[in-house]
């Protein structure tokens, strides 16, 4: 009798529990119908808002949905849906159990728009619904957003969920965006002097942005603290700033190695003047889309793995087309500099012709693979991951050719053909052959530069032509024959160029440099590192 | 991928018909055929962006043929390839008119070329049609400026900016790439700014040499001016090739368009051909046309594209709807002059009215600047734009700037009696000078 009563009162307990959240379901789904009759974008998020401001966790499925534009009015009963991108059609879900409901071809629904300042608010607005999430990261946003929009109503819920946090860095984040709330709040001024110190711990460029307007608007000790506690960030950033360059002008460099190291090989050992050089980089790069464009229609699960497929192809193809510009052309030429110079700009001319007819005159798509995109943080200075795996891939290049050239057969060849090619005839060495292999390998470094700078630049067939002047002033600057000369003359460029643009601005950053190599070509025409030897006569 | 070694030969094939066929046309040609010069660089650095413009001509003109022509003669298009290089412009336009009669030249995209063609059109007395957004500050007699002028993109998109639904925009970075175009843009929008109140520390303007392509700097540059605790916005009239790795660096360093937005004025469809949008969805940019516009005119106009070019991935952009106005309205001015004298159809351009792409008319008006709507759009995730907001009615181009102190004062009037590119009011003279 007990136990049937216990079950009967457990039951009550239960439906008790589950109406109200009936009825809150029911209202919030009237809500959500409410985005049909909004006109424009203030109505639009005065829906929004009211959604959130419920305060239930089932309204993040609408509202991400809005904000990245996949919320759908049906045009015949004006209900909302949220939509999922199914080939042709779209697939309609319920927006709040996210349950598949209908689907729909394009031109029966309305897509709800959203502008920059709706997508914000919704990002705010998720901020605090997405305080308690399971995944760490999407913690670490809110807390992330939520430092951004301080709001004295904050506070209490950031309590909470400091209390509840387990993950240190992101209760440390929860703390600097509580901190924030506070200093817009009317809390007492030893609450906003904690603050102030919690904030300038931060030490970033967002904490000096709020603390900046806490200086503008607070007074007394708040206001000295915020003082002081800006000059302290304003230092700092001083130094990151100054590392910030450096890393920009290694990066520039490792796009200057990459983009000359192939030149260095074709003018600086075989002396060949090739002004097709900037070409045989887009070849490599326009390898790069096509294995891309194959990789997407065929295989899009290797997409990750495209640029690794695009190396040896794109090394092929440039090598060939080099092959094929020495047989050609420039074996009837060694010894002419200026007719070797006319010829290949020809032919430079020709090969960007010939891309454009074939793949038309316009930007190519080539895609980041995952491990390429975004950034992370060394401290206040930012590294983007493309950058970095190009500095890693360039000196990759550099070493592979130094062992090539020091410590193969085929390199000591080449550098006897280079040091005295009759001396080299005579004792076996088949100098036409050394030179065809030696230019196409130039030419093949090239074509791997490209799979790199697709990733950084244009896809068209101008790509080589902002590289070429670049990269015979590396070469020359470095000293001409020597790879270490490149390898120095890249970085130093690089760094150089990356220190003057803040103060002189990239137009004349650019001629400054200029004007310093000039004058340096003038003390030493040969460059940083002079070729000692036979091979300076001849 | 186009293209494969079949289709190439074919191309090569009738490019050799097509000069037997031509040696032998000019006897025939001067009687009943009308000539449309077609002057946009098909190779170079520029090739990138005209190309597109020659064949909208192309299609255009196949079209109107397809009509019965124009005062019952067939068009005939003369192609011609400046190559990028901008005296040879003029030489080639000297040769459209001097030597193949054009009736009129549908060409430039650069300000550099169409200055460069200016004084062989008024020497020689005939017709230009410029399809591309420019600084203002111009109004020739012999020109038809059908892109848009300063007033009818730059102030309403900095105006949109400054507005609720813009984000109440108080910072402001103009990176700009360096020529004329950005640099006079960049003079009006800092004016304005300042007759609306900016102080000049939230004007911060920078600029970078032409296909510019290591963008760290200048990023953190704007990352750093947009943390001084106000809202900030970029306004780019950065050109072409540069905006690739410009977008791509912004894309990686994490900057989204909720906190930092950027408004180009040089960006369009066909330059998100090369990007993965995915982390630009929200960056603005102002048109007077976007390919997504929903009009029954617009989606007969890309469906044709698309037949014509055999390509449906083919975008349409701004400066071919541009190219789209004014053949029409030079059509509509032959047939209401009943000639293809350059004379009088200058004379009779001037109140022609044709429908443009986005559901209203466009009218040529006396300083031979056209009427057209300004678009905002934020950049979507599958490369095309979406409007978030339009102006009201049509605006009227003006030539001369009324925020320069050099050119607020200058008019331009081609009708009869003041027939006047540069009406000083002040001085009651024609012959002012503008800035640049």
Sequence with gaps: MTLLRAIGMMLLLTMASLLPSKAAEADLRATIAKFAAATNFSGTEAVARELAASGDPAVERPLSALAEGNLYIRKADSQVFVGNDAGDGIELLDPLSGEKAADAAKADLTKIKVNNSLRRTIRDALGTLTLRAKDASVRLAAAATMFKTPDAANIEPLDAAIAAETEPAVKALFEQARAASVLVSDKPEADKLAAISVIAARGDRDALSLLTSVEANAQGAAKDAATAAIGHINSTLALWDAGQNIWYGISLGSVLLLAAIGLAITFGVMGVINMAHGEMVMLGAYTTFVVQQVIRTSFPGLFDWSLVIALPLAFLVSALVGLAIERGIIRFLYGRPLETLLATWGVSLILQQAVRTIFGPTNQEVGNPTWMSGSFDVGQLAITWNRLWILVFALMVFAVLLYVMKRTPWGLQMRAVTANRRMAASMGIRTPWVDALTFALGSGIAGIAGVALSQIDNVSPNLGRGYIIDSFMVVVFGGVGNLWGTLVGAFSLGIVNKFLEPYAGAVLGKIVVLVLIILFIQKRPRGLFALKGRAVEA | ?436
């Design chain 2, 1 to 436: 991928m186009r293209g494969n070694f079949s289709t190439i030969t074919k191309m090569f094939s009738a490019g050799v018909i097509a000069a037997g066929l031509s040696m032998s046309a000019p006897a025939r040609a001067a009687d009943d055929t009308i000539k449309v010069g077609i002057l946009h660089s098909l190779s170079g650095t520029m090739a990138i962006s005209e190309t597109t413009l020659k064949d909208v001509m192309l299609m255009l003109i196949e079209e109107q043929n397809a009509k019965g022509g124009l005062l019952g003669k067939k068009l005939e298009a003369v192609v011609v390839d400046p190559a990028s290089n901008w005296p040879l412009f003029a030489e080639k336009a000297r040769e459209l008119i001097s030597k193949d009669k054009v009736a009129a030249v549908f060409g430039c995209w650069t300000s550099v070329s169409r200055k460069s063609v200016l004084p062989v059109f008024s020497e020689l007395d005939n017709i230009l049609f410029y399809p591309v957004q420019y600084e203002g500050e111009e109004s020739e007699r012999n020109v038809f400026y059908t892109g848009a002028a300063p007033n009818q993109q730059a102030i309403p998109a900095v105006d949109y900016l400054m507005s609720a639904d813009g984000g109440s925009v108080k910072r402001w970075v103009l990176e700009g790439t360096d020529y004329v175009y950005p640099r006079t843009t960049n003079k009006i929008l800092e004016a304005y700014l300042k007759s609306k109140g900016v102080p000049a520390e939230d004007i911060m303007v920078n600029y970078t040499p032409f296909g510019f392509s290591d963008w760290q700097t200048e990023v953190s540059a704007i990352k750093k001016f947009g943390s001084a605790g106000k809202k900030t916005a970029v306004v780019s009239t950065v050109n072409g090739d540069a905006n690739v790795p410009f977008y791509k660096e912004l894309g990686n360093q994490g900057i989204k368009a909720e906190d930092i937005p950027v408004m180009a004025f040089s960006v369009g469809e066909e330059e998100l051909a090369g990007l993965d949008t995915g982390p630009l969805v929200g960056h603005l940019a102002a048109w007077n046309y976007f390919e997504s516009v929903d009009t029954p005119e617009n989606k007969k106009f890309i469906d044709d594209w698309h037949k014509f070019i055999k390509n449906d991935k083919r975008t349409t952009n701004d400066p071919m709807e541009a190219h789209y106005i004014g053949f029409n309205m030079w059509v509509k001015a032959v047939e209401k002059a009943g000639t293809t004298d350059p004379d009088k159809v200058i004379d009779a351009m001037v109140g022609v009215s044709v429908p443009n792409l986005t559901g209203g008319y466009s009218t040529m008006m006396p300083n031979h600047h056209i009427t057209k709507p300004v678009l905002i759009g934020e950049i979507q995730a599958d490369g095309q734009f979406e409007t978030v907001s339009q102006t009201p009615g049509l605006v009227m181009g003006d030539e001369w700037s009324d925020y320069l102190p050099d050119s607020k004062n200058l008019i331009s009037d081609w009708r009869a009696p003041l027939s006047c590119g540069n009406f000083n009011v002040a001085t009651g003279k024609c012959g002012g000078k503008g800035t640049n």
